[in-house]
């Protein structure tokens, strides 16, 4: 879903590299960048009512950084829907990954709500997830606390182990209703859920309409981002930033199946373990129970310090998914999500569209 294989890892560095300071040629807009960066990722203030709950939900992981939803607020509830402007059909036809984002953002919501004094209730209907608010004792939980820390952390990890009480906690985290986590952390089978990471990645990079699609919500550098305030920043995956002319011109010709595959070999070779989401059915009620529980996961290992990143190679192509089911041994049940994680830097963050233009305002 979220994790999203930036194309420019090494040749695009290697091309900026032989720019004439790219650094100071972006400056101002870097510095615009942090700013925005730092209203996005602000602390909740709670005297901003439902609005600022909307901010915190979609802090949450979702496809392409694409920010499928859009949310109405009422009195008594936060509605949360798809939009489906912003879906994506090559990787995601059947709008699993949509669904699913839906759900981290309803999960991020319950907690800010629980932070503010409401207990939140979502329903799945045939619109959305309707989130029924009303007014309870305020808690501050750890998830809450790690909202506005968490990110997709696609990078080198350091290899270390997590202690198993972690790891005890990290799986308490991520198992929902109908929705079920396996964790694996020893070496042999990292090294098996990275040769079907390495299968998949394989078939999608042969997919021109999904590489067409993929490059459509790549942003290269500081302006392009808080201009769409969306996509995969190229300095968010602590990849040198670029003009998109530049960037694309050099994609075809250093971008390869053979190189990303060696990147993610490595990458998840450093990992710490790897944990796979499993729904109990394949449908839309599934998928967003599969986001929440996804969500509480990577807001659980944000709260211990460990970092992860989405590999969903092997449950994004249908014909890999199917060989990764019988390896994990499910039978029927859909792999929804591939998580790696482990002990890595902080890298810098994403953006979001402001509340404004993902909401609107009923009264009941």
């Given at each position: 879903?979220?994790?999203?294989?930036?194309?420019?890892?090494?040749?695009?560095?290697?091309?900026?590299a032989m720019m004439a300071n790219p650094r100071r040629a972006f400056a101002d807009k870097q510095n615009s960048y942090e700013d925005v960066v730092r209203s996005t990722w602000a602390p909740l203030q709670?005297?901003?009512?439902?609005?600022?709950?909307?901010?915190?939900?979609?802090?949450?992981?979702?496809?392409?950084?694409?920010?499928?939803?859009?949310?109405?607020?009422?009195?008594?509830?936060?509605?949360?829907?798809?939009?489906?402007?912003?879906?994506?059909?090559?990787?995601?036809?059947?709008?699993?990954?949509?669904?699913?984002?839906?759900?981290?953002?309803?999960?991020?919501?319950?907690?800010?709500?629980?932070?503010?004094?409401?207990?939140?209730?979502?329903?799945?209907?045939?619109?959305?997830?309707?989130?029924?608010?009303?007014?309870?004792?305020?808690?501050?939980?750890?998830?809450?606390?790690?909202?506005?820390?968490?990110?997709?952390?696609r990078s080198m990890y350091d290899g270390k182990l997590v202690a198993r009480e972690h790891l005890r906690l990290l799986e308490q985290a991520g198992v929902g209703n109908g929705v079920s986590i396996i964790?694996?952390?020893?070496?042999?089978?990292?090294?098996?859920?990275?040769?079907?990471?390495?299968?998949?990645?394989?078939?999608?990079?042969?997919?021109?309409?999904?590489?067409?699609?993929?490059?459509?919500?790549?942003?290269?550098?500081?302006?392009?981002?808080?201009?769409?305030?969306?996509?995969?920043?190229?300095?968010?995956?602590?990849?040198?930033?670029?003009?998109?002319?530049?960037?694309?011109?050099?994609?075809?010709?250093?971008?390869?199946?053979?190189?990303?595959?060696?990147k993610y070999q490595a990458e998840i070779a450093s990992s710490a373990g790897v944990a796979m989401f499993v729904s109990e059915r394949n449908d839309r009620m599934h998928w967003v129970e599969a986001g929440?529980?996804?969500?509480?996961?990577?807001?659980?290992?944000?709260?211990?310090?460990?970092?992860?990143?989405?590999?969903?190679?092997?449950?994004?192509?249908?014909?890999?998914?199917?060989?990764?089911?019988?390896?994990?041994?499910?039978?029927?049940?859909?792999?929804?999500?591939?998580?790696?994680?482990?002990?890595?830097?902080?890298?810098?963050?994403?953006?979001?569209?402001?509340?404004?233009?993902?909401?609107?305002?009923?009264?009941?």
């Amino acid at each position: 879903m979220m994790d999203r294989r930036i194309l420019m890892s090494g040749g695009i560095g290697l091309a900026t590299a032989m720019m004439a300071n790219p650094r100071r040629a972006f400056a101002d807009k870097q510095n615009s960048y942090e700013d925005v960066v730092r209203s996005t990722w602000a602390p909740l203030q709670a005297e901003g009512g439902s609005r600022e709950l909307v901010r915190y939900a979609t802090l949450a992981a979702n496809s392409h950084n694409t920010q499928p939803w859009t949310f109405k607020i009422s009195d008594h509830y936060i509605a949360i829907a798809p939009d489906f402007g912003r879906r994506c059909p090559a990787v995601d036809p059947d709008d699993h990954h949509l669904y699913v984002s839906l759900g981290c953002a309803a999960e991020n919501l319950i907690q800010a709500a629980s932070a503010v004094g409401l207990r939140a209730e979502p329903l799945l209907d045939a619109d959305g997830i309707n989130v029924t608010l009303e007014r309870t004792a305020p808690e501050r939980s750890v998830l809450f606390q790690a909202i506005p820390l968490r990110q997709s952390t696609r990078s080198m990890y350091d290899g270390k182990l997590v202690a198993r009480e972690h790891l005890r906690l990290l799986e308490q985290a991520g198992v929902g209703n109908g929705v079920s986590i396996i964790m694996l952390t020893e070496r042999a089978k990292i090294a098996n859920v990275s040769d079907y990471v390495i299968q998949g990645n394989s078939a999608q990079m042969s997919d021109k309409a999904f590489m067409n699609e993929l490059i459509s919500w790549l942003r290269f550098n500081e302006a392009e981002a808080v201009a769409n305030m969306d996509g995969l920043f190229s300095r968010a995956s602590g990849i040198s930033t670029a003009p998109r002319w530049l960037a694309q011109l050099l994609i075809k010709y250093l971008f390869t199946a053979s190189s990303q595959n060696e990147k993610y070999q490595a990458e998840i070779a450093s990992s710490a373990g790897v944990a796979m989401f499993v729904s109990e059915r394949n449908d839309r009620m599934h998928w967003v129970e599969a986001g929440r529980a996804c969500q509480r996961f990577a807001l659980q290992a944000t709260a211990l310090g460990i970092k992860c990143a989405f590999i969903n190679q092997p449950v994004e192509v249908p014909s890999v998914r199917e060989q990764f089911a019988k390896y994990l041994g499910i039978g029927e049940r859909r792999a929804d999500l591939v998580m790696r994680f482990g002990f890595g830097p902080d890298l810098p963050k994403s953006l979001r569209r402001p509340v404004a233009q993902v909401t609107s305002s009923s009264k009941i």
